[in-house]
């Protein structure tokens, strides 16, 4: 009798591990699956470029000259993005459920950015400024240059070094920017928690430092990513377990670094 009790407990315990074990499983292929439709997406950047500012033909494997001032037609992005999401699932009810947990679609230019909502609204642009000597200074990603105007309205390029920032800092106030634009947004849908990016700062060749952030730059080009959101909550011998997937993924034209615009 007893034996027979035990084999039933050990029979019971086992099926509890193969559950859960095949829960935590089924939520990573999903994870991976929603990652790489979100990735394929977010290539629909580089079909947004305004047709006035950039001949297309001249974008090859995302990348294009930094002499040139690349524009994205925003709502065209957004709907480039979406048409291509759509045709990774051809179902109507996972598209629109997938759709919902994005919680903020980011495009990041060389000297500002712009955030688009849940319900796809757009912000004004989010200039990467700071304040020096009583002037309002423009930092931008191309190699340690930053902008003001004139008194008759004109830009003017210097370098970071001349309002005591240097590259490496500079990089790190344009990062710290994003992120705290993106922690006030996606407090609001988070439950108030504040998400934070892994953003690289390309200036720090710190190996230990590259191990942690050296898998997501929006730096280095004009980038377009999203921030996608999911708490799921799995039953499991009358628990409650939830589970936080996030990810962030996006897709980067690459602007060549040290040409200054005049």
Same mark, same amino acid.
């Given at each position: 009798?007893?034996?027979?009790?035990?084999?039933?407990? =050990?029979?019971?315990?086992?099926?509890?591990?193969? @559950? !859960?074990?095949?829960?935590?499983?089924?939520?990573?292929?999903?994870?991976?699956? +929603?990652?790489? *439709?979100?990735?394929? !997406?977010?290539?629909?950047?580089?079909?947004?470029?305004?047709?006035?500012?950039?001949?297309?033909?001249? =974008?090859?494997? /995302?990348?294009?000259?930094?002499?040139?001032?690349? !524009? =994205?037609?925003?709502?065209?992005?957004?709907?480039?993005?979406?048409?291509?999401?759509?045709?990774?699932?051809?179902?109507?009810? &996972?598209?629109?459920?997938?759709?919902? *947990? +994005?919680?903020?679609?980011?495009?990041?230019?060389?000297? &500002? @950015?712009? +955030?688009?909502?849940?319900?796809?609204?757009?912000? #004004? #642009?989010?200039?990467?400024?700071?304040?020096?000597?009583?002037?309002?200074?423009?930092?931008?990603?191309?190699? /340690?240059?930053?902008?003001?105007?004139?008194?008759?309205?004109?830009?003017?390029?210097?370098?970071?070094?001349?309002?005591?920032?240097?590259?490496?800092?500079?990089?790190?106030?344009?990062?710290?920017?994003?992120?705290?634009?993106?922690?006030?947004?996606? !407090? &609001?849908?988070? &439950?108030?928690?504040?998400?934070?990016?892994?953003?690289?700062?390309?200036?720090?060749?710190?190996?230990?430092?590259?191990?942690?952030?050296?898998?997501?730059?929006?730096?280095?080009?004009?980038?377009?990513?999203?921030?996608?959101?999911?708490?799921?909550?799995? /039953? +499991?011998?009358?628990?409650?377990?939830?589970?936080?997937?996030?990810?962030?993924?996006?897709?980067?034209?690459? =602007?060549?670094?040290?040409?200054?615009?005049?």
């Amino acid at each position: 009798m007893g034996q027979g009790v035990a084999l039933v407990i =050990i029979m019971v315990f086992l099926t509890m591990l193969f @559950f !859960s074990s095949f829960q935590l499983q089924q939520n990573r292929i999903e994870v991976t699956d +929603i990652k790489q *439709s979100l990735n394929l !997406s977010a290539k629909a950047l580089a079909k947004a470029v305004d047709q006035e500012t950039l001949n297309k033909e001249t =974008i090859s494997l /995302g990348f294009t000259k930094a002499n040139i001032e690349v !524009s =994205i037609d925003h709502d065209l992005l957004l709907e480039e993005f979406y048409k291509v999401l759509y045709q990774n699932y051809y179902h109507q009810d &996972r598209f629109q459920g997938l759709k919902k *947990s +994005i919680l903020l679609k980011v495009l990041v230019y060389y000297d &500002r @950015f712009y +955030i688009a909502d849940l319900q796809d609204r757009w912000s #004004p #642009p989010c200039y990467f400024n700071v304040s020096y000597e009583g002037n309002i200074y423009y930092l931008t990603t191309l190699d /340690g240059q930053v902008y003001t105007y004139d008194e008759q309205g004109e830009k003017r390029f210097l370098r970071a070094t001349d309002i005591e920032i240097s590259d490496g800092e500079q990089e790190q106030l344009i990062i710290d920017k994003i992120n705290t634009e993106i922690a006030n947004e996606t !407090s &609001r849908y988070n &439950r108030g928690i504040p998400l934070v990016i892994e953003i690289k700062n390309p200036e720090i060749e710190d190996f230990q430092y590259l191990q942690k952030y050296g898998h997501f730059n929006v730096l280095e080009g004009v980038t377009f990513f999203v921030i996608y959101g999911e708490r799921k909550t799995i /039953g +499991i011998d009358q628990k409650q377990f939830q589970f936080s997937n996030h990810n962030v993924v996006g897709y980067t034209l690459e =602007i060549e670094r040290g040409i200054t615009r005049e």
